[in-house]
């Protein structure tokens, strides 16, 4: 997962300006980058890893896939997943046998691709079993990037439990011993050819390979031990040189790759491809590794390495500009680098997770700057092809958004704060020091007594639309190993009197759909920079000034009020009204019931008709009929179509689901009932879940697996319930809990939702039959369950 030295083997023997690491096998081409408001395409390629081939970059990542871009900023996945097929390793399953049987695991981990001086392209492929260390390191061969590539045969295993290790002397030791996974292979300045690897366990190694063949010279066991061992959380290592400084680089993630595993991206360095290497403190790396007898010791390992990256996000507070939360990362790693050896611009290349996202990730690209100490510094902004242009000095002070990214291994995610550099070189805020412009671009900032060196950039900024001014830099060395090597970011804000901001405030103050209101409101107090709102209600009886909801009662008919907000900062004010209006109590708590008895209307009244859809929700198209069910006729699904319901049929965190289900088949990740507020933040009632057992899973602040560990059978019925209760969750089939827990998000206060029977926005369609669908604003106790599920069935 790694970026290399990839060079051409031409580029190998025509000389050393060819010879760097990081620079692309085919020569760079002279583009001029015209400055116009940038686009994105995303994609999603987990421990990319990078070639540059004539004018296209490559990613390869875990599971066989990958994308290409021509301008890092517009990606197009070509091929996804270890199956017979991927254009990749079209047979992969009879291709790789030999590691399918080794690891016991049928997928495959971060990648390399590199091409050798033979003029072919060399994949460096791995799996690992998982819940250990057996895993296996091999090498496929092609003529073309893209494929199809042919093994040349595993070279590397790991996990020999109780047998002689790769040293052909010692027993397995996986403390001390490598995980044969994540490999990247590159040239060092002289054209030898080297490869750093491995994941937790023994830590990392590196190996000297032999260019013809592509495999390491014989005699080398494991390689050399550069850092890690006892389990320490640090795997992903991606080697840059710089020419520039004449360092080498190693780049490492720290933590666990998942949204809360804490995952961060460290940098050491070393004259040597092969070490000793050190971070900014001078602190030789070699033996860094957790504490005898631990297993992921993140505390013995964290005060080492300069950390350029960890959880944060860029806050957005009402009036800011944007949408959402702020923009921010979770859990960035599987890192790789290119260089463009025509201009000296280096650029980072991985994977992220997002604040309350769950475990989608994207392919993200940052450019990188060394520092006057030699470091290199993660520019704060997404890359959208900014020209290297030298900074406005004029521009520079002003307010800024504000991360101190740290030296912890957490899951926290780092929120910004005020930061503001004075004209006059004084910075206030959340911290106090001085700065200055030097060299250009160089930025030296002293904030709370510690010193950073860095760069000012100018970059594009998705929030505002706009190009700003940016900082990134890094702490030198300090007698405390925690605050060296620590990486402060800035990206400026715009620049407004009182009365701009209360207008901003005032236009962007949203209470989302007020026309179904059933729970409590939750109203803001306060907007950006430093914004005062406070409330008033026309009839607090029904809707209080703090957002308490008192609904009328059931035959009372629905209740009018109007908020009003006053929006305040120093002498500039503002209102704002909104129309609310309160609905009744549901009888017994009862949503809608959606009886399929030959169509799709709610019973109760209270919601509009379902329509059917096709394959997808939003998919036009669609065929549904109807059969005998449980209560008079049931709806049949076709396995292309689906029924897509009313928005607002869920708006809080306490509700409860019941219908009955009758499949033709099963399969796996299909959905029975599907709600959610976006693509990110989910509810899914799942025949048979990943696990193989009939689930209910959800996507939000955090994942969640409600694993009943019991399957719903096929061609009969079957009756199925979950209930939420403020994050509690409840699964019944037929009457008996089977799932008990707690910890899902709240994915639908403040939304209006989506919601489905039999599609969501990615899976197979459901196949058999549905019948009854109820959604109740209560959690259905025991005794309510077993009521409904003790109806007399027929197939």
């Given at each position: 997962?790694?970026?290399?030295?990839?060079?051409?083997v031409?580029?190998?023997?025509?000389?050393?300006?060819?010879?760097?690491?990081?620079?692309?096998?085919?020569?760079?081409?002279?583009?001029?980058?015209v400055?116009?408001?940038?686009?994105f395409?995303?994609v999603?390629?987990?421990?990319?890893?990078?070639?540059?081939?004539?004018?296209?970059?490559?990613?390869?990542?875990?599971?066989?896939?990958?994308?290409?871009?021509?301008d890092?900023?517009?990606?197009?996945?070509i091929?996804?997943?270890?199956?017979?097929?991927?254009?990749?390793i079209?047979?992969?399953?009879?291709?790789?046998?030999d590691?399918?049987?080794?690891?016991?695991?049928?997928?495959?981990?971060?990648?390399?691709?590199?091409?050798?001086?033979?003029?072919?392209f060399y994949?460096?492929?791995?799996?690992?079993?998982?819940?250990?260390?057996?895993?296996?390191?091999?090498?496929?061969?092609a003529?073309?990037?893209?494929?199809?590539?042919?093994?040349?045969?595993?070279?590397?295993?790991?996990?020999?439990?109780?047998?002689?290790?790769e040293?052909?002397?010692?027993?397995?030791?996986?403390?001390k011993?490598?995980?044969?996974?994540?490999?990247?292979v590159?040239?060092?300045?002289?054209?030898?050819?080297?490869?750093?690897?491995?994941?937790f366990?023994?830590?990392?190694?590196?190996?000297?390979?032999?260019?013809?063949?592509?495999?390491?010279?014989?005699?080398?066991?494991?390689g050399?031990?550069?850092i890690?061992?006892?389990h320490?959380?640090?795997?992903g290592?991606?080697?840059?040189?710089?020419?520039e400084?004449?360092?080498?680089?190693?780049?490492?993630?720290?933590?666990?790759?998942?949204?809360?595993?804490?995952?961060?991206?460290?940098?050491?360095?070393?004259?040597?491809?092969?070490g000793?290497?050190?971070d900014?403190?001078g602190?030789?790396?070699?033996?860094?590794?957790?504490?005898?007898g631990t297993?992921?010791?993140?505390?013995?390992?964290?005060?080492?390495?300069v950390?350029?990256?960890?959880?944060?996000?860029f806050t957005?507070?009402?009036?800011?500009p944007?949408t959402g939360?702020?923009?921010?990362?979770?859990?960035?790693?599987?890192?790789?680098?290119?260089?463009?050896?025509?201009?000296?611009?280096?650029?980072?290349?991985?994977?992220?997770?997002?604040?309350?996202?769950?475990?989608?990730?994207?392919?993200r690209v940052?450019?990188?700057?060394?520092n006057?100490?030699?470091?290199?510094?993660?520019a704060?902004?997404?890359?959208?092809?900014?020209?290297a242009?030298?900074?406005?000095?004029?521009?520079?002070?002003?307010?800024?958004n504000?991360?101190?990214?740290?030296?912890?291994?957490?899951?926290a995610?780092?929120?910004?704060?005020?930061?503001?550099l004075?004209?006059?070189?004084?910075?206030?805020?959340?911290?106090?020091?001085?700065?200055?412009?030097?060299?250009?671009?160089?930025?030296?900032?002293t904030?709370?007594?510690?010193?950073?060196?860095?760069?000012?950039?100018?970059?594009?900024?998705e929030?505002?639309?706009?190009?700003v001014i940016?900082?990134?830099?890094?702490?030198?060395?300090?007698?405390?190993?925690m605050t060296s090597?620590?990486?402060v970011?800035g990206?400026?804000?715009?620049?407004l009197?009182?009365h701009?901001?209360?207008?901003?405030v005032?236009?962007d103050?949203?209470?989302?759909?007020?026309?179904?209101?059933?729970?409590?409101?939750?109203?803001?107090?306060?907007g950006?920079?430093?914004t005062?709102?406070t409330?008033?209600?026309?009839?607090?009886?029904?809707?209080?000034a703090?957002g308490?909801?008192n609904?009328?009662?059931?035959?009372?008919?629905?209740?009018?009020?109007?908020?009003?907000?006053?929006?305040?900062?120093?002498?500039?004010?503002?209102?704002?009204?909104?129309?609310?209006?309160?609905?009744q109590?549901?009888?017994?708590?009862?949503?809608?019931?959606?009886?399929?008895?030959?169509?799709l209307?709610?019973s109760?009244?209270?919601?509009?008709?379902?329509?059917?859809?096709?394959?997808?929700?939003?998919a036009a198209g669609?065929?549904?009929?109807?059969?005998?069910?449980?209560?008079?006729?049931?709806?049949?699904?076709?396995?292309?179509?689906?029924i897509?319901?009313?928005?607002?049929?869920?708006?809080?965190?306490?509700?409860?689901?019941?219908?009955?289900?009758?499949?033709d088949?099963?399969?796996?990740?299909?959905?029975?009932?599907?709600?959610?507020?976006?693509s990110?933040?989910w509810?899914?009632?799942?025949?048979?879940?990943?696990?193989?057992?009939?689930?209910?899973?959800?996507?939000?602040?955090?994942?969640?697996?409600g694993?009943?560990n019991?399957?719903?059978?096929?061609?009969?019925w079957?009756?199925?319930?979950?209930?939420?209760?403020?994050?509690?969750?409840?699964v019944y089939?037929?009457?008996?809990?089977?799932?008990?827990?707690?910890?899902?998000?709240?994915v639908?206060?403040?939304?209006?939702?989506?919601?489905?029977?039999?599609?969501?926005?990615?899976?197979?369609?459901?196949?058999?039959?549905?019948?009854?669908?109820?959604?109740?604003?209560?959690?259905?106790t025991?005794e309510?369950?077993?009521?409904?599920a003790?109806?007399?069935?027929?197939?």
């Amino acid at each position: 997962m790694d970026l290399k030295v990839k060079r051409s083997v031409m580029a190998v023997m025509l000389g050393m300006s060819f010879l760097l690491p990081n620079t692309a096998a085919m020569a760079e081409t002279n583009q001029t980058v015209v400055e116009t408001d940038p686009t994105f395409s995303n994609v999603s390629v987990h421990d990319p890893d990078v070639i540059k081939v004539n004018d296209t970059y490559y990613v390869f990542g875990s599971h066989l896939a990958v994308a290409k871009s021509t301008d890092l900023t517009h990606w197009e996945k070509i091929a996804d997943g270890v199956a017979d097929g991927n254009k990749v390793i079209p047979n992969v399953q009879e291709e790789l046998k030999d590691t399918f049987a080794w690891t016991q695991s049928n997928d495959l981990w971060a990648p390399d691709v590199i091409q050798l001086p033979d003029g072919k392209f060399y994949m460096y492929y791995d799996n690992c079993k998982g819940d250990s260390p057996r895993s296996a390191l091999g090498v496929a061969v092609a003529d073309n990037v893209e494929g199809p590539y042919k093994d040349l045969g595993i070279f590397l295993k790991s996990g020999m439990w109780g047998e002689i290790s790769e040293d052909g002397k010692t027993i397995y030791d996986a403390t001390k011993q490598p995980n044969t996974v994540d490999p990247d292979v590159f040239f060092d300045k002289d054209g030898n050819l080297w490869m750093v690897y491995g994941s937790f366990s023994g830590g990392i190694f590196i190996l000297k390979l032999d260019p013809k063949t592509g495999k390491p010279f014989p005699g080398q066991g494991y390689g050399k031990k550069l850092i890690g061992g006892n389990h320490a959380r640090i795997e992903g290592s991606n080697m840059m040189y710089s020419p520039e400084t004449g360092y080498y680089y190693m780049l490492m993630t720290f933590g666990g790759l998942d949204s809360t595993g804490g995952y961060n991206i460290r940098v050491v360095r070393s004259k040597q491809p092969d070490g000793p290497f050190y971070d900014a403190n001078g602190n030789d790396v070699t033996n860094v590794k957790g504490a005898e007898g631990t297993l992921f010791d993140d505390r013995s390992i964290e005060p080492f390495g300069v950390k350029l990256m960890g959880n944060y996000q860029f806050t957005r507070e009402i009036g800011d500009p944007g949408t959402g939360a702020g923009t921010g990362y979770v859990s960035a790693g599987g890192t790789t680098t290119y260089r463009d050896a025509k201009t000296g611009r280096y650029y980072l290349i991985f994977h992220t997770r997002f604040p309350n996202q769950g475990e989608n990730h994207e392919v993200r690209v940052h450019e990188m700057v060394m520092n006057k100490d030699g470091w290199p510094v993660v520019a704060p902004n997404r890359y959208a092809g900014e020209n290297a242009k030298k900074v406005n000095p004029k521009q520079i002070a002003g307010d800024y958004n504000f991360v101190n990214h740290g030296k912890e291994i957490s899951t926290a995610v780092k929120g910004s704060k005020a930061l503001h550099l004075e004209s006059d070189g004084k910075v206030s805020g959340a911290a106090t020091g001085t700065w200055k412009l030097t060299d250009q671009n160089k930025a030296e900032l002293t904030l709370d007594g510690v010193t950073y060196d860095g760069a000012f950039l100018r970059q594009w900024d998705e929030a505002r639309q706009k190009y700003v001014i940016t900082f990134s830099a890094l702490s030198n060395k300090t007698n405390d190993n925690m605050t060296s090597g620590v990486a402060v970011w800035g990206v400026q804000r715009a620049d407004l009197n009182d009365h701009q901001v209360v207008e901003a405030v005032q236009q962007d103050l949203s209470l989302g759909d007020t026309s179904r209101i059933t729970s409590n409101l939750t109203l803001p107090s306060g907007g950006t920079r430093d914004t005062s709102i406070t409330w008033s209600s026309s009839n607090s009886d029904i809707v209080s000034a703090a957002g308490i909801v008192n609904r009328p009662a059931y035959g009372a008919g629905k209740a009018t009020v109007t908020l009003t907000a006053t929006i305040s900062k120093g002498t500039a004010k503002a209102v704002k009204s909104f129309t609310i209006t309160v609905l009744q109590q549901y009888k017994d708590g009862l949503v809608a019931e959606f009886n399929l008895d030959g169509g799709l209307a709610d019973s109760t009244g209270n919601f509009s008709d379902g329509t059917v859809i096709g394959s997808k929700i939003g998919a036009a198209g669609g065929n549904l009929s109807y059969s005998s069910g449980v209560n008079g006729q049931a709806a049949v699904f076709d396995g292309s179509s689906g029924i897509q319901l009313p928005s607002g049929l869920i708006t809080g965190n306490t509700y409860s689901v019941s219908l009955w289900l009758n499949p033709d088949q099963l399969s796996q990740y299909t959905t029975a009932f599907f709600g959610a507020k976006d693509s990110n933040n989910w509810v899914s009632l799942v025949p048979k879940g990943w696990d193989g057992n009939t689930m209910l899973w959800s996507a939000g602040a955090t994942w969640f697996d409600g694993r009943t560990n019991e399957l719903v059978p096929t061609g009969q019925w079957t009756h199925l319930v979950f209930t939420v209760n403020n994050g509690n969750v409840v699964v019944y089939i037929n009457g008996a809990a089977k799932f008990t827990g707690t910890g899902i998000s709240d994915v639908f206060t403040g939304s209006t939702g989506v919601f489905a029977l039999g599609v969501n926005w990615w899976d197979t369609p459901f196949k058999g039959k549905m019948d009854d669908l109820r959604i109740y604003e209560t959690a259905l106790t025991q005794e309510q369950v077993t009521q409904l599920a003790n109806v007399t069935t027929t197939p």
